[in-house]
C-alpha cells in the first residue's frame, strides 16, 4: 500500500519510527516531513500536503502526527474525502477501517509512546474496510453532510 506520512514539528518523535516500521511492513512510503524539531510549523499545512495528495489518488492511506493528534485531525477533516481519525488505542485504529473506510490516521506524539504508535499504525494498514451495506450507507450520509450547503 502507498502510505503518506506528515508530522509537525511536535510530531518529530515519533514520524522516524512510524516511517520505518511502515518501510519494514513493505509497504511504499511518502514521506512528507517535517524533521527537524527546531524548526516551528504548522500541522494544518500537513494535513493539506495530505489531503491534496489523498484526493489525486497519489496515496491509499495517510498517517498525520501532531503533538495530541486533534488538530492534525481537525485540519485534516476539512479536506472533501478526508475521513481522519484521532486513535490511541488499537480498536479504533482499526475500527475505524473496517467500518467508518477512515483513510487518515492522527496520532499525538505528546500523547503515546512509541511501541503504541507501532502498534496503533499495524492496526490501522492491515484493516480492510467491510464493506457491508449499513457502513456504506453511513458513509454516503458522511459525504451528504461533506457537500451540503450550510447557511
Given at each position: 500500500?502507498?502510505?503518506?506520512?506528515?508530522?509537525?514539528?511536535?510530531?518529530?518523535?515519533?514520524?522516524?519510527?512510524?516511517?520505518?516500521?511502515?518501510?519494514?511492513?513493505?509497504h511504499e512510503v511518502i514521506d512528507l516531513g517535517t524533521h527537524d524539531a527546531t524548526q516551528p510549523?504548522?500541522?494544518?499545512?500537513?494535513?493539506?500536503?495530505?489531503?491534496?495528495?489523498?484526493?489525486?489518488?497519489?496515496?491509499?492511506?495517510?498517517?498525520?502526527?501532531?503533538?495530541?493528534?486533534?488538530?492534525?485531525?481537525?485540519?485534516?477533516?476539512?479536506?472533501?474525502?478526508?475521513?481522519?481519525?484521532?486513535?490511541?488505542?488499537?480498536?479504533?485504529?482499526?475500527?475505524?477501517?473496517?467500518?467508518?473506510?477512515?483513510?487518515?490516521?492522527?496520532?499525538?506524539?505528546?500523547?503515546?509512546?512509541?511501541?503504541?504508535?507501532?502498534?496503533?499504525?499495524?492496526?490501522?494498514?492491515?484493516?480492510?474496510?467491510?464493506?457491508?451495506?449499513?457502513?456504506?450507507?453511513?458513509?454516503?450520509?458522511?459525504?451528504?453532510?461533506?457537500?451540503?450547503?450550510?447557511?
Amino acid at each position: 500500500m502507498k502510505i503518506a506520512v506528515a508530522a509537525d514539528h511536535a510530531g518529530v518523535p515519533l514520524n522516524e519510527d512510524i516511517l520505518a516500521e511502515l518501510r519494514r511492513l513493505g509497504h511504499e512510503v511518502i514521506d512528507l516531513g517535517t524533521h527537524d524539531a527546531t524548526q516551528p510549523d504548522d500541522y494544518p499545512d500537513h494535513a493539506e500536503d495530505v489531503g491534496k495528495l489523498l484526493r489525486a489518488g497519489g496515496c491509499e492511506r495517510a498517517i498525520l502526527i501532531c503533538g495530541s493528534g486533534v488538530g492534525a485531525s481537525v485540519a485534516a477533516n476539512k479536506i472533501p474525502g478526508v475521513r481522519a481519525g484521532i486513535c490511541h488505542d488499537t480498536y479504533s485504529a482499526h475500527q475505524g477501517v473496517e467500518h467508518d473506510n477512515m483513510n487518515v490516521l492522527c496520532l499525538g506524539s505528546r500523547v503515546i509512546g512509541r511501541e503504541l504508535a507501532l502498534d496503533l499504525i499495524r492496526a490501522f494498514v492491515h484493516a480492510e474496510f467491510t464493506g457491508e451495506e449499513r457502513h456504506r450507507r453511513r458513509l454516503a450520509k458522511i459525504d451528504a453532510l461533506e457537500h451540503k450547503q450550510w447557511g
